[in-house]
């Protein structure tokens, strides 16, 4: 199985369409937050429910292995992640094209995109959506974050209501 990238977003347009959306938010929204806040600055949107806080997250998705000190842990997290690109690709190219699956799928590679370009170029991902009451917080998260897990969950909807062959 070859899957050649060019015909893939030539061919799926929703899955094209989405992919750019979350691109454009994901880099839009860092950028913001870049310009907007110093790195550990937090402002209240909803009371002590939701706040934006901009940090740096040398680890993958909702901070994990953030803590884990390794020479070769940037280059392990980076392939970590192009092994988990290639497997939705050929997930994706073995299921059938319908609108919400390529609506998925475009938000699951965006998001990944977004996050390992970020890897690549800085090393590390800012988050900034902070959610929780009191102490008890949900790790810090991002566009990208939120559009892989919106689209694993559509995917899951999809196999388990629809029936569909993901």
């Known amino acids: 199985m070859k899957i050649k990238l060019k ?16 691109i454009l ?12 806040y110093l790195p550990g600055e937090s402002h209240s949107v909803i009371g002590n429910f939701f706040k934006i806080t901009f940090i740096e997250n040398e680890g ?3 901070g994990l292995f953030s803590d884990w ?13 192009i092994i988990a690109l290639v497997f939705i690709l050929h997930v994706y190219h073995r299921s059938r094209k319908t609108f919400l699956v390529q609506l ?5 590679l965006g998001g990944a995109f977004g996050n390992i370009y970020d890897r690549l170029i800085y090393r590390r991902v ?3 959506f902070n959610f929780g009451i009191g102490e008890a917080r949900f790790p810090f998260f ?25």
């Open 69 to 81: 000190n390794h020479p070769l842990k940037a280059l392990f997290l980076l392939v970590l992640s």
């Open 104 to 108: 998925s799928f475009g938000l699951i």
């Open 25 to 36: 938010l994901d880099k839009l929204t860092k950028h913001w937050i870049k310009i907007a």
């Open 142 to 166: 991002n566009i990208a974050d939120s559009s892989i897990t919106i689209g694993v969950i559509l995917i899951m909807l999809l196999t388990v209501f629809k029936k569909e062959d993901i």
């Open 126 to 128: 800012v988050d900034f």
């Open 60 to 62: 993958i998705a909702f």
């Open 7 to 22: 015909e893939l977003f030539l061919k799926n347009k929703i899955l094209t369409f989405a992919f750019i959306v979350v």
